[in-house]
């Protein structure tokens, strides 16, 4: 009867302490979900001067709060779901003022400010950006006139861009050895770009150009290095895909693993 008494007893408390140590452990993993995210170089850059807030329970994370634009609430989202331990993410940001209208000449301005904004060879901070009537016009400075060449190859590819006239001008001391882009000094500021900002901007990167399929492609990083999974439509394609990814910031190699899709014969 002891002996039996006994192991109940320890039963008990074996589970009592399994019942508790759970709730420690996830609490520990929402803290470092939320830490992480606060941490991250996206978070301490491009996201910096936006009022988000990011509370997990069980790995379930909710965002809240203002941005300035409607890229920076996917670049949010997107980041965090990147995090290791977050189950999913309800993304509830808001963009502050009017929110351009989609198709429209305001929004595609957007999307080119964003697209640039992820390059580090393009001059993005330069760089004034007017659209009418889907043809996109380009003003500002140009470190090089093959970074200008650079810009226009960049725009003509973002979803919705009709024609680019580049207007940007070269400046006089842009061929001056040793001198950085803006992306370059991004890249310098001091600190490495952990994995998880290098993941999301590069998914940013693929869903604002139209050459390439942010849905078809899988991106995975260590180290600086990321490897590409998935499919292209062809060969132009996965080459592209490389192209733009190797020119996200924070990106050191590209391993390009994805396969080409066979195209059915109408014969």
């Given amino acids: 009867m002891k002996k039996t008494m006994y192991h109940l007893a320890m039963t008990v408390t074996l589970a009592s302490m399994f019942f508790v140590c759970v709730p420690l452990f996830a609490s520990e993993t929402d803290d470092r979900i939320e830490a992480s995210a606060q941490q991250s170089y996206v978070f301490k850059t491009y996201l910096k001067d936006n009022d988000i807030k990011v509370q997990s329970k069980g790995g379930a994370v909710?965002?809240?709060?203002?941005?300035?634009?409607?890229?920076?609430?996917?670049?949010?989202?997107?980041?965090?779901?990147?995090?290791?331990?977050?189950?999913?993410?309800?993304?509830?940001?808001?963009?502050?003022?009017t929110?351009?209208?989609?198709?429209?000449?305001?929004?595609?301005?957007?999307?080119?400010?964003?697209?640039?904004?992820?390059?580090?060879?393009?001059?993005?901070?330069?760089?004034?950006?007017?659209?009418?009537?889907?043809?996109?016009?380009?003003?500002?400075?140009?470190?090089?006139?093959?970074?200008?060449?650079?810009t226009t190859l960049y725009v003509k590819d973002i979803e919705g861009v009709k024609d680019v006239n580049n207007e940007?001008?070269?400046?006089?001391?842009?061929?001056?050895?040793?001198?950085?882009?803006?992306?370059?000094?991004?890249?310098?500021?001091?600190?490495?770009?952990?994995?998880?900002?290098?993941?999301?901007?590069?998914?940013?990167?693929?869903?604002?150009?139209?050459?390439?399929?942010?849905?078809k492609t899988t991106v995975e990083t260590k180290d600086g290095v990321v490897t590409l999974g998935g499919k292209a439509a062809n060969m132009a394609e996965k080459d592209l895909t490389a192209?733009?990814?190797?020119?996200?910031?924070?990106?050191?190699k590209v391993v390009n693993t994805m396969t080409v899709e066979e195209t059915k014969s109408t014969n």
């Fill in 62 to 97: 909710t965002l809240t709060g203002t941005v300035a634009e409607g890229y920076y609430k996917k670049l949010a989202g997107e980041t965090v779901a990147n995090l290791p331990g977050v189950i999913s993410v309800d993304n509830k940001l808001e963009e502050k003022g």
């Fill in 99 to 150: 929110v351009p209208a989609e198709n429209t000449d305001a929004w595609l301005i957007t999307q080119v400010q964003a697209t640039l904004w992820f390059h580090r060879n393009v001059n993005a901070t330069e760089t004034q950006v007017f659209a009418t009537d889907g043809i996109v016009t380009l003003h500002g400075k140009a470190t090089s006139l093959a970074q200008k060449d650079l």
């Fill in 168 to 215: 940007m001008v070269v400046s006089p001391d842009a061929m001056q050895p040793g001198k950085k882009t803006a992306g370059e000094k991004m890249d310098a500021i001091g600190e490495s770009i952990d994995d998880v900002s290098i993941t999301a901007l590069v998914k940013m990167t693929l869903l604002y150009h139209r050459s390439t399929s942010a849905l």
């Fill in 243 to 252: 192209k733009l990814v190797s020119d996200v910031h924070g990106v050191e």
